[in-house]
């Protein structure tokens, strides 16, 4: 049985500065997390309706030693108990992601301690394994504020794009349809809220590609549709009320929700015509699968086609640190440590052997 190991995970991507401590035998599930800190940066660029990239790079390189530092605190152990440092080394905002690989350089070089460099949806692809038993391969949907594609999962370095959005990431449609109708960042969890209340038929509002063979997506067409909504009633009655607001954001996220259900479903079918004897199981991850209406369109999705359905608990779907961790440690089971001379990757699709992905979004590259 191959021994346990200390991994210090590290994850500065996008905009949450995140440092975990994992204890795992490596290509084995399950992990134990002794701390997972993760400092946000909404303050810092809420004046400006988005993240700003420079922002969120300096913000990184500053704050990394105190998370880190706070990890350990947290664990109550030294950090001369790691074995091993795992970083996001893309794809992602490229200042980010060079701040954190060069701390994770820092502290590898001073400690003697090998470096692994993550990819950042490697890290998303393998958090069920994280969590629970789940063998290779299996069917992960990440939807968040930067991604949007379905992968098989074979291995820890083995993955298949089955598909993927071809413009905006949900997220990121969440977030301006949040702005369009006066809610606040991050516009999930607003827009979530707003719906509660809302009728989703008011207003007809596309599916975008649901007819179409395959499993890419598209939202873009859809947070059009929904600014044109918007125009029209402030032309009409000289600005949105509170039903309109409720009406429009509820008829938006539905369409997401079916959108997103009917892809999973395609998903599930040729996931389980490729790879008949895999798990016949869908995995979700990313902040978009903590809304319930999604998750309950996925899990009915994923039912229809004799599909488990699972999520990790929402502080493993959303940017941390433990997932790098656990990526390392599934990659400890099947090859050698990257070394010192790591490269910073703006871009790096896990499949590579797949069609580039479209759209460098606010978050970054897609994949
Ligand atoms: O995975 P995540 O924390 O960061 C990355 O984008 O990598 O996801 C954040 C995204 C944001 O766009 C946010 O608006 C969205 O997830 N989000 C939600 C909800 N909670 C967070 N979208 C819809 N409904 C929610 N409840
Ligand atoms: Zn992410």
């Excluded at 990757?345 to 896990?350: E, G, Y």
Aim: aromatic share 4%; glycine share 12%; charged share 20%.
């Amino acid at each position: 049985m191959p021994a346990e190991r200390l991994i210090l995970g590290i994850e500065s991507s996008c905009d949450d500065t995140a440092v975990a401590l994992v204890r795992a035998r490596p290509g084995r599930p399950v992990g134990r997390i002794l701390a997972s800190e993760v400092t946000g940066q909404n303050a810092l660029h809420d004046p400006y309706g988005g993240i700003v990239p420079e922002i969120a790079a300096r913000a990184h390189a500053e704050r990394l030693d105190g998370v880190t530092m706070r990890a350990l605190a947290a664990a109550g152990l030294p950090l001369a108990a790691v074995d091993a440092v795992a970083v996001t080394a893309g794809p992602g905002l490229i200042g980010g992601v060079l701040a954190g690989v060069m701390f994770a350089k820092g502290l590898a070089s001073a400690r003697d301690l090998p470096i692994w460099g993550i990819n950042h949806l490697a890290g998303h692809a393998l958090t069920p394994r994280l969590v629970g038993p789940l063998a290779f391969p299996y069917l992960v949907l990440i939807v968040s504020g930067g991604h949007c594609q379905f992968l098989a999962v074979l291995g820890p370095e083995r993955f298949v794009r089955l598909g993927g959005t071809i413009d905006d990431a949900p997220g990121e449609a969440f977030d301006k349809v949040a702005k369009l109708v006066g809610l606040p960042q991050p516009g999930g969890p607003a827009v979530e809220a707003a719906a509660a209340d809302g009728d989703p038929r008011r207003f007809d509002l596309p599916r975008p590609l649901v007819d179409r063979p395959g499993c890419d997506l598209s939202f873009s067409g859809l947070k059009t549709a929904v600014r044109r909504a918007r125009d029209r009633l402030a032309e009409a009655q000289g600005g949105l009320f509170r039903a309109d607001r409720a009406d429009l954001c509820a008829g938006f996220q539905a369409a997401v929700a079916e959108t997103l259900a009917a892809r999973t479903a395609r998903a599930c079918i040729a996931f389980a015509e490729r790879w008949p004897t895999g798990s016949p199981t869908l995995a979700v991850a990313g902040g978009v699968a903590a809304n319930r209406a999604i998750r309950a369109g996925l899990a009915g999705a994923a039912a229809g086609q004799g599909f488990a359905f699972t999520a990790p608990p929402p502080a493993l779907c959303t940017d941390n640190g433990a997932m790098i961790a656990w990526a390392a440690a599934e990659r400890m089971a099947c090859s050698a440590a990257d070394g010192l001379a790591l490269p910073a990757r703006p871009r790096w699709p896990l499949d590579a052997e797949a069609a580039p992905m479209l759209g460098t979004g606010r978050r970054g590259a897609k994949a």
